[in-house]
């Protein structure tokens, strides 16, 4: 009985233990009217007890958005793609300059610092999560 017990707490749980993503300072970097691309910065938290992975981003603000990363190849920095982005239980995942980002290329439009740009960050267990992100001179 004592084992059947035990694998129900376990089995229990594996159906209470869930990721819960807190999106924190999400902002957009401003460019010049005639730039192309810009980037998306903020903290990705995850209070929950179970680890999720960031596996894209959409916006109708441009042509193409991906996950990056700005590595040290030899001695010269590359922004380099990232498919799926860990975000472990209980942590924290910065995104800012010089590191994690994401990639917001081909704009369809000029963005300006004040304006607010609208994101949807897709998680592997999370599911969609839609921000708002203010254009910022940062």
């Known amino acids: 009985m004592g084992k059947i017990f035990a694998a129900l707490l376990v089995i229990v749980g594996f159906v209470y233990a869930k990721p ?5 300072d999400p902002w957009v970097r401003a460019v010049p009217p005639t730039a192309k691309n810009t980037a ?3 903290v990705i938290k995850n209070v929950g007890d179970e680890a ?15 996950i990056h ?11 380099v793609h990232v498919d799926r982005l ?7 995942v910065v995104l800012k300059p010089g590191g ?6 081909g704009l369809k439009k ?15 267990k999370s ?12």
């Open 20 to 24: 819960e993503i807190i999106i924190e």
């Open 40 to 42: 998306l910065f903020m």
């Open 52 to 66: 999720d992975i960031l596996i894209g981003v959409k916006t109708d603000i441009s042509k193409m958005v991906s």
């Open 69 to 79: 990363k700005t590595v040290n190849q030899n001695g010269v920095m590359k922004m």
């Open 86 to 92: 860990p975000v472990p239980a209980g942590k924290s």
């Open 100 to 105: 994690y980002h994401i990639m917001v290329m």
């Open 110 to 124: 000029d963005i300006k610092a004040g304006d607010n740009v609208k994101f949807t960050l897709i998680f592997e």
């Open 127 to 138: 599911g969609e999560i839609t921000i708002k992100a203010p254009v910022k001179m940062k």
